[in-house]
């Protein structure tokens, strides 16, 4: 099935790597707001697998995003 993303607004990335963690964390929030916990929960796994590999300045920045995703999948 397709996924008709809301329009979020168009953001600036530092590195090709925190372009690939959002464009994944925001798919991740899509499945999740169509109640596909297994492919939300399997886009979460790959987005943690790309925040290992950022800087330390951006892994500040993403953190929250991350836990915010985590907490929700919690539940």
Do not use: G, H, W
Not at 48 to 54: A, C, F, G
Not at 63 to 71: G, H, T
């Amino acid at each position: 099935p397709e996924i008709k993303k809301k329009a979020k607004p168009i953001r600036k990335f530092k590195s090709k790597k925190l372009e690939k963690f959002y464009r994944i964390l925001d798919d991740a929030e899509t499945y999740l707001e169509k109640n596909d916990l297994q492919r939300a929960k399997k886009l979460y796994l790959e987005a943690r697998e790309s925040y290992i590999k950022l800087d330390y300045n951006e892994k500040k920045e993403v953190y929250d995003d991350l836990m915010k995703l985590y907490n929700k999948l919690s539940k």
